[in-house]
């Protein structure tokens, strides 16, 4: 920590960064406004698949730049899972050098363009921010100017590609290729191992290419962003689960050293009320996964989604809110998101709340599910909802809901999608009788290292935490990367150390027989 | 990508495919499945695995023109590739000695029956199977099935081969004249749903391997969900083979009809462009 400090002041006291300073007044930096992010017309986008936030301009981005006054303690560092150099990218996009600033983010975050779409600034760098801390004014626009600095770049032809170390030689994995596989394979990349990425589906970027909409993250964005870790050298299978394709075992007889476990929290999760396997009913990851990965709702293409003109959500965090503005974009007339607490407790970002409200997204807030009916072709048609109250906090800090006695009622609806959690898919652990799991199924591993209860094999993201976002997932590949690399130069001293010790052929010859 | 080497028509419609996947090919056993994908705008469909050869790296499959993914891998030929293969999914049967297994296959549900037949004999059962179709020309495998059955009989709806009527009918015949100790059935839903009130009325425990809608085939869409024991269960993880008394097949029926429309659509819009074509 302290080496990070002093690197960070040192990187501080350089010529540019000094003379940028001077360049402009502390208070005449902190009088700026902050910009607001450009949207598409909330009328329009709702009817298509175009980006909802449109991305800042160079003018926009030179402004918001000039209002980072470049703490000698920056704060907001602290609040980022990757750890990015903050200060030092928004400098130099103040500099007006916007391929360097795109450099600083890719040091230590293989996903900037994605991070500056989906990552929650606003409860973590931005949090964090002077700004926020002690001015009590909004704070530097982190994320939008993270996301213009990649997006130059991609849209200029002129992604660069991070240096790697030289070559060691040594084989290891990521098991899936989510956001915790891709940022543990660029930092493993960069530190000279040969990285393989194993991947069940047939794309590979995982929840970001399932899951998140391309409204809020076009696909397209996510492959550029793997192409460069492609072009570092990381090496990617499709169609290979591994637990049934191939064991662990299997893979260390083919000279893998050590593995990360970015599995992810498969199994969606549903309430158990009745009606709920009806036709018409999916969870959110089927739904998703159907439009986003699958492309059901291009004719073009051979997969089939069901998506009706009364499309109710249950739930209330991002997935609910990305799938119930998905069904708006399908050409539901109510598209309706129905939770049972209000809305100041909805684990959503603010802003997908906002958006959604933009969009005409009908929010059934304090409302819960009872019971669904179908038609004489077993397709949902009604369902039994129940109005609920706010009673005292719970274990999670917020008001628990206190269903209403006598207060059940019916509406009209023709898809539901389900969208209350996911549980961590079981294929793995059930694979690795040694791995030691967590009675909800997550893996449990060393919270420093994240190694788990087997030698060599790490863990992070979903798997591990049953449910967050994608940079706390980038944060633990970051931190397994360190943690194996870690691990393997241990050993390999070990041996050395061993071999040291050996003063004849046949000390050698004795220790290969035991 | 994933090669074709070899292609065999059963029938106008059912064809026997021997692919290239060498690591399924070594760690596949009887019961699991393949997910697979024709073409980069193709879906998702699963497919037991009816047998491997794990010298030759290879994986058989055997497929019945249903719809336009169905057809689109019925249409390639030997040397042609397959865009995507995933597997082997789901849990492998489960086979031990138990005495005497009573199988029962219909249509192309015949096709994921074999391995597990196989796998019952080479376990020291009595393997009596009994297969049913329509008709003559759709009895599939017959030849494959008694390799590994110390008795086979086959039924067809019009009596064109072997003997008249239903599966159950034959089931029924042999259940009166001897002791069942398992009964292992593939199949149409409607079919394996009638065995199961069959085995259920003599007392028979019973294994159904279902086959239903899925998406992923690992865990994460749910949308092969169907309710066993008054649980909601997935096929891909958690099966695809369940004790039948405790599946609820009125449910899974409805809900393998879900896009029944849509699929009917899209052969049509499918067939047109390939006249036009």
């Known amino acids: 920590m302290d080496r990070i400090l002093e690197y960070l002041k040192k990187e501080r006291e350089k010529d540019w960064r000094v003379e940028l300073r001077g360049k402009m007044k502390t208070k005449e930096r902190t009088g700026l406004e902050r910009l607001d992010m450009p949207e598409s017309d909330p009328n329009v986008r709702n009817k298509s698949y175009i980006e909802v936030n449109k991305g800042l301009s160079v003018e926009q ?35 007006g050098e916007f391929l360097e600033s795109a450099k600083v983010l890719k040091e230590t975050n293989a996903l900037p363009a994605v991070c500056g779409r989906v990552c929650p600034q606003e409860v973590q760098c931005e949090q964090a921010c002077f700004y926020t801390q002690k001015l009590g004014k909004p704070p530097v626009a982190i994320g939008n100017l993270e996301r213009f600095a990649a997006d130059y770049e991609r ?10 170390s030289s070559k060691n030689g040594i084989k290891v994995a990521s098991i899936g290729s989510g956001p915790s596989g891709l940022a543990f394979a660029g930092d493993m990349i960069k530190m000279g191992y040969d990285v393989t990425v194993f991947e069940a589906l047939h794309e590979i970027g995982g929840v970001l290419k399932y899951g998140i909409p391309e409204f809020r993250l076009p ?69 998703l996964t159907r439009i986003n990965l699958m492309r059901a709702s291009d004719p073009e293409y051979d997969t089939p989604v069901l998506s009706g003109k009364k499309v109710a959500v249950i739930g209330g965090g991002n997935t609910a809110m990305d799938s119930v503005r998905t069904a708006k974009r399908l050409g539901a007339e109510r598209a309706m998101l129905i939770y049972r607490r209000s809305i100041e407790e909805m684990p959503a970002r603010n802003e997908e709340i906002k958006h959604a409200q933009e969009e005409g997204i009908e929010f059934l807030n304090l409302n819960s599910p009872l019971e669904y009916f179908a038609d004489k072709n077993g397709r949902v048609n009604k369902m039994k909802l129940q109005k609920m109250k706010l009673g005292e906090p719970d274990n999670s800090g917020r008001r628990r809901p206190i269903p209403i006695k006598g207060s059940e009622y019916f509406i009209d609806v023709d898809t539901v999608i389900v969208s209350v959690g996911v549980s961590p898919n079981p294929l793995i652990p059930k694979s690795m009788k040694d791995l030691d799991v967590s009675n909800w199924g997550t893996i449990n591993v060393n919270k420093d290292s994240l190694q788990s209860s087997v030698s060599g094999v790490f863990a992070g993201g979903d798997i591990v935490r049953g449910g967050a976002t994608v940079i706390l997932a980038m944060g633990d590949g970051r931190k397994a990367a360190a943690g194996m690399n870690k691990y393997i130069k241990e050993k390999v001293r070990n041996i050395i150390s061993l071999v040291k010790e050996f003063k004849t052929i046949g000390d050698i010859l004795d220790f290969a027989t035991k | 990508m994933n090669k074709i080497v070899d292609k065999e028509y059963f029938s106008d419609n059912v064809v026997k495919l021997v692919i290239e996947a060498p690591a399924i090919a070594k760690s596949r056993k009887a019961g699991h499945f393949v997910i697979l994908r024709v073409g980069s705008k193709g879906e998702r469909i699963p497919l037991t695995i009816v047998g491997s050869d794990t010298e030759k790296g290879t994986i058989t499959l055997i497929v ?95 009596g064109s081969y072997g003997k008249k009527g239903l599966v159950t009918n034959g089931m029924e015949e042999i259940i009166k004249r001897e002791k069942i100790d398992l009964a292992v059935t593939v199949g149409p839903a409607i079919m394996m749903k009638f065995v199961s ?16 809608i899925m998406v992923d085939g690992t865990g994460m869409c749910g949308a092969c969900r169907v309710t066993v024991g008054g649980k909601t269960k997935f096929v891909c993880v958690d099966g695809p083979e369940f004790d039948a008394h405790q599946v ?14 849509l699929e009917e659509q899209a052969y049509n819009h499918y067939i047109d462009k390939y006249r036009k074509a």
């Open chain 1, 219 to 287: 696909n397209d964005i996510v492959d550029v962003e793997i192409e460069i870790l492609r072009k570092m050298g990381v090496k990617f299978v499709t169609n290979f689960i591994v637990g049934k394709t191939a064991t662990i075992d299997d893979l260390k007889k083919e000279g893998y050293t050590a593995f990360f476990v970015g599995s992810g929290a498969g199994l969606p999760n549903f309430m158990n009320i009745p009606g709920e396997n009806f036709i018409g009913i999916f969870s959110s990851n089927e739904y």
């Open chain 1, 155 to 164: 849209d200029n032809g002129q992604v660069s590609i991070p240096e790697i």
């Open chain 2, 248 to 261: 609820d097949f009125d449910e899974m029926l409805n809900r393998l009809g879900a896009y029944k429309k």
């Open chain 2, 197 to 212: 009130l069959l085995t259920k009325k003599y007392k028979i425990h019973t294994l159904a391997s279902l086959n239903t």
């Open chain 2, 64 to 158: 019945q023109k249903m719809g336009v993914s169905s057809i689109k891998l019925v249409n390639l030929e030997v040397g042609d590739y397959i865009t995507d293969v995933l597997g082997p999914l789901g849990n492998a049967t489960h086979v031990e000695k138990v005495g005497t297994i009573l199988a029962s296959g219909g249509g192309v549900g015949v096709a994921p029956l074999l391995p597990i037949v196989d796998a019952f004999k080479k376990a020291g059962n009595k393997v009596i199977t009994v297969l049913a179709a329509r008709t003559k020309e759709l009895v599939i495998l017959e030849e494959q099935i008694r390799e590994f059955s110390d008795e086979v009989i086959v039924m067809t709806d019009d």
């Open chain 1, 61 to 95: 981005a030179m402004h918001e730049a000039h209002r980072c006054i470049d703490c000698p303690k920056p704060t907001c560092i602290e609040g980022c899972p990757v750890g990015i150099n903050i200060p030092k990218f928004i400098k130099k996009i103040e500099a």
